[in-house]
Nanobody
Framework: QVQLVESGGGLVQAEGSLRLSCAAS????????MGWFRQAPGKEREFVAAIRRSGTTYYADYVKGRFTISRDNAKNTVYLQILSLKPEDTAVYYC??????????????????????WGQGTQVTVSS
């Protein structure tokens, strides 16, 4: 069992930046691939980024270099740095954990259904 708690969201002006954190408790954080997803009102939850236990990272195409995912296994924490925020980035951001499976890559880790554990989400609101 892994429990995930996100933090770092808030209200920010366009072109600002945020760093979201996701703290994990429970056993074996380092064996999990970690993902960030987001969900805007009236829309489906969508993939943002993922990081494997090896440190390999995957990003959604729309990220365009503005988002950086990282992890600190010593602190059981995964981060999402977001630069140049846009109003369309407004959403609830969720972190999630999935057992890191050999032989899978971007397409696999971009799927909501792959992840076994989810946090409660943190709201990010970007004003224009």
């Amino acid at each position: 069992q892994v429990q995930l708690v996100e933090s770092g969201g808030g209200l920010v002006q366009a072109e600002g930046s945020l760093r979201l954190s996701c703290a994990a408790s429970g056993r074996g954080f380092s064996v999990y691939a970690m993902g960030w997803f987001r969900q805007a009102p009236g829309k489906e939850r969508e993939f943002v980024a993922a990081i494997r236990r090896s440190g390999t990272t995957y990003y959604a195409d729309y990220v365009k270099g503005r988002f950086t995912i990282s992890r600190d296994n010593a602190k059981n924490t995964v981060y999402l740095q977001i630069l140049s925020l846009k109003p369309e980035d407004t959403a609830v951001y969720y972190c999630a954990a999935a057992l890191d499976a050999f032989g899978y890559s971007h397409t696999y880790y971009s799927r909501v259904s792959v992840y076994d554990y989810w946090g409660q989400g943190t709201q990010v609101t970007v004003s224009s």
